[in-house]
Structure formats: C-alpha cells, structure tokens
C-alpha cells in the first residue's frame, strides 16, 4: 500500500524555524515529483512548494519565498521541507503529496497524499 508520511510540526514562535519531512512506503520517492501544500483554518489548501522526479527543479509560493527551502538529497530518504522565519500566517496543516508535476503554478493535481502535520506559529 502506497503511503505518504509527514512529520516535524509542531508549536513555533515567530521567527523561528521547523523542518518537515515527507517520508514514503510502499514506493521509491525519488521516481516522484513531491509537493507541499499547507490549509489554514478556514482556508483553502495552497501549494508551498515542489521539488520535481529528476532534476530536481523546485518552486515557491511568493509568500514562503527566500525563507522556505525543499530539498532531496539522494535515494528514497525524505523529502524535506525547512521552514524558516516562520510567521503566525504560515500557521496550517502541512501536507505533502506525490505524483504531480511541479510547475510554478502550484496547482497541479497530485496522485498520492499524506495525513498532515500542524505547524503553529505563535508568540
């Protein structure tokens, strides 16, 4: 069974930093473009961020730009998202998804998804 697994959130103050994971079973991450997207309460879900299958190209929403970083550094091991400078409005359940394609857009439609983990953001 193909499962998607987040971890890493947690309660942060503002300006302080988090780093998710994205974890996989059941598949081998690196044959997939992964992305991250976040819901805020009473929001609609957004992507953060992509990092595609094979050359590693990688995009940002504007807001998380410059302070947030994806990376992938070598086969199947997580894919990871560090968060830094976080602000209260980057409060929201974090998700990461498999099987998309990444483009600056944000918005393709991904195949795999994981349960979320919270990231609060608060004083």
């Known amino acids: 069974q193909l499962q998607l697994v987040e971890s890493g959130g947690g309660l942060v103050q503002p300006g302080g930093s988090l780093r998710l994971s994205c974890a996989a079973s059941g598949f081998t991450l690196e044959t997939y473009t992964i992305g991250w997207f976040r819901q805020a309460p009473g929001k609609e879900r957004e992507g953060v961020s992509c990092i595609s299958n094979r050359v590693g190209r990688t995009f940002y929403t504007d807001s998380v730009n410059g302070r947030f970083t994806i990376s992938r550094d070598s086969d199947n091991i997580p894919v990871y998202l560090q968060m830094n400078s976080l602000k209260p409005e980057d409060t929201g359940v974090y998700y990461c998804?498999?099987?998309?394609?990444?483009?600056?857009?944000?918005?393709?439609?991904?195949?795999?998804w994981g349960q979320g983990t919270q990231v609060t953001v608060s004083s």
């Open positions: 998804a498999a099987g998309g394609i990444c483009e600056r857009s944000l918005r393709s439609r991904y195949a795999f």
